[in-house]
């Protein structure tokens, strides 16, 4: 019985040791690694089986040394990262980088990854990667929804969408994002404005305007002007 306190506490130090261990080698330490699903547990099945093959295949090929078929890699990234393995889904992505880093739909993946991982400066620069390869709305709307988690740096969302005018031009979401935008800061005739052009463009554009009109009344009744 007198060896049962000196074994407690060994027994104290070694699991604190592992713990300190642990938190001070994992590369995802403070982060989300796992996030749940909502798929039947036959969808579940049928990606597991995907993955595992996908990355069967990738390790036979890196064994055989030659070049795996990258898209295998997305495969099993997009499968990780469905079936909520968000750890493995990134380290999927980053070695598929090694191969091919100008595919701006996988760095808009990848950022989406690392966005449910809360990996927000990493995020962001996923997505102003995908951004430059290809100007697209999507990466856009993704780049905006991780700069305005931020409140110091919602001026920084006028500037995206001032960019994403230049480079694409005006569209019903930008005018409509753009009189969002002012109406939160109290600009309230500006926010009219665009959302009148939104609402032109889609009128042009045959679609529906219901939403917008809806906005520019709300705005018309609650907006406080600077």
């Given at each position: 019985m007198k060896k049962l306190p000196?074994?407690?506490?060994?027994?104290?130090?070694?699991?604190?040791?592992?713990?300190?261990?642990?938190?001070?080698?994992?590369?995802?330490?403070?982060?989300?690694?796992h996030m749940d699903v909502q798929s039947d547990p036959e969808t579940v099945v049928t990606l597991q089986q995907q993955l595992s093959q996908a990355l069967s295949s990738i390790s036979a090929s890196k064994q055989a040394d030659q070049r795996p078929d990258l898209n295998l890699?997305?495969?099993?990234?997009?499968?990780?990262?469905?079936?909520?393995?968000?750890?493995q889904a990134r380290e999927i992505y980053e070695e598929y980088f090694t191969y091919n880093s100008i595919n701006p739909a996988a760095w808009s993946t990848y950022g989406n990854i690392l966005y449910h991982m809360e990996d927000w400066v990493n995020a962001e620069s996923a997505y102003r990667?995908?951004?430059q390869l290809a100007p697209m709305e999507e990466f856009y709307r993704d780049l905006i929804q991780v700069v305005s988690r931020d409140e110091s740096r919602t001026s920084e969302v006028e500037a995206i969408l001032f960019e994403y005018i230049d480079t694409i031009g005006q569209t019903q979401w930008a005018m409509v994002q753009l009189g969002t935008w002012y109406a939160q800061d109290g600009q309230c005739q500006k926010a009219l404005d665009h959302y009148n052009v939104a609402l032109t463009i889609a009128k042009n554009e045959g679609g529906s305007?219901?939403?917008i009109e809806q906005d520019m009344d709300?705005?018309?009744?609650?907006?406080?002007?600077?």
């Amino acid at each position: 019985m007198k060896k049962l306190p000196f074994i407690l506490a060994t027994i104290v130090i070694v699991v604190a040791g592992g713990y300190w261990i642990y938190n001070t080698t994992n590369p995802y330490r403070g982060l989300v690694t796992h996030m749940d699903v909502q798929s039947d547990p036959e969808t579940v099945v049928t990606l597991q089986q995907q993955l595992s093959q996908a990355l069967s295949s990738i390790s036979a090929s890196k064994q055989a040394d030659q070049r795996p078929d990258l898209n295998l890699y997305e495969i099993a990234g997009l499968n990780a990262y469905y079936l909520g393995d968000l750890a493995q889904a990134r380290e999927i992505y980053e070695e598929y980088f090694t191969y091919n880093s100008i595919n701006p739909a996988a760095w808009s993946t990848y950022g989406n990854i690392l966005y449910h991982m809360e990996d927000w400066v990493n995020a962001e620069s996923a997505y102003r990667t995908a951004l430059q390869l290809a100007p697209m709305e999507e990466f856009y709307r993704d780049l905006i929804q991780v700069v305005s988690r931020d409140e110091s740096r919602t001026s920084e969302v006028e500037a995206i969408l001032f960019e994403y005018i230049d480079t694409i031009g005006q569209t019903q979401w930008a005018m409509v994002q753009l009189g969002t935008w002012y109406a939160q800061d109290g600009q309230c005739q500006k926010a009219l404005d665009h959302y009148n052009v939104a609402l032109t463009i889609a009128k042009n554009e045959g679609g529906s305007v219901e939403a917008i009109e809806q906005d520019m009344d709300a705005i018309e009744q609650t907006c406080v002007e600077k």
